[in-house]
T-cell receptor, first 115, second 111 residues
Framework: GAGVSQSPSNKVTEKGKDVELRCDPISGHTALYWYRQSLGQGLEFLIYFQGNSAPDKSGLPSDRFSAERTGGSVSTLTIQRTQQEDSAVYLC?????????????FGPGTRLTVL | KQEVTQIPAALSVPEGENLVLNCSFTDSAIYNLQWFRQDPGKGLTSLLLIQSSQREQTSGRLNASLDKSSGRSTLYIAASQPGDSATYLCASYFGNEKLTFGTGTRLTIIP
């Protein structure tokens, strides 16, 4: 079946511009996560959505970052006034639930380069 | 703060050898531990998930173990193949709806 998809696969932008990254989770998965993977570093949690509950935004690095999830499905991560330190691979994951048996399935990521 | 550590950062072994990758975590109150594989330029592929009540999980040539008391997990790969070359990440789930990842071990299998 279809996995998690993300678009675009690559994005090059100029410092100060806004960018939007899209994630299509696996159909039926209620939980959706955004992570960031910077060069030489591990994966860093950004934000988490579960059903209709308020998202857990505890990992967002600054107020320039925001995310929404429409209709409990597609999610968009928006970065305003991009900075060079925002350059990273942004990974989206979804899972059926949030229990200890629920594996997170990851998309291929969006590689963001801020010039 | 929960921390997950993977040592070494890189490992090279000849094809055909068995090998072990290590993962340690600071908080023994984990719900589960997952091992992932990441190929260059790609996302993560889940390999094995061990629940806190389990000691090990097996899938093909892969075997993952979990020792909560010592804060350690290992991923054993039998009869390694060049196609096993990738970065292997372990991640702990502490019940706060987010995975805490290690920084990974980059594995190279030498033909």
């Amino acid at each position: 079946g279809a996995g998690v998809s993300q678009s675009p696969s690559n994005k090059v932008t100029e410092k100060g511009k806004d960018v939007e990254l899209r994630c299509d989770p696996i159909s039926g998965h209620t939980a959706l996560y955004w992570y960031r993977q910077s060069l030489g570093q591990g994966l860093e949690f950004l934000i988490y959505f579960q059903g209709n509950s308020a998202p857990d935004k505890s990992g967002l690095p600054s107020d320039r970052f925001s995310a929404e999830r429409t209709g409990g499905s597609v999610s968009t991560l928006t970065i305003q006034r991009t900075q060079q330190e925002d350059s990273a691979v942004y990974l989206c994951a979804s899972s059926r639930g949030t229990g200890p048996r629920d594996t997170q399935y990851f998309g291929p990521g969006t590689r963001l380069t801020v010039l | 703060k929960q921390e997950v550590t993977q040592i070494p950062a890189a490992l090279s072994v000849p094809e055909g050898e068995n090998l072990v990758l290590n993962c340690s975590f600071t908080d023994s109150a984990i719900y589960n531990l997952q091992w992932f594989r990441q190929d260059p330029g790609k996302g993560l592929t889940s390999l094995l998930l061990i629940q806190s009540s389990q000691r090990e999980q097996t899938s093909g040539r892969l075997n993952a173990s979990l020792d909560k008391s010592s804060g350690r997990s290992t991923l054993y790969i039998a009869a390694s193949q060049p196609g096993d070359s990738a970065t292997y990440l372990c991640a702990s789930y502490f019940g706060n709806e987010k995975l805490t990842f290690g920084t990974g071990t980059r594995l190279t299998i030498i033909p």
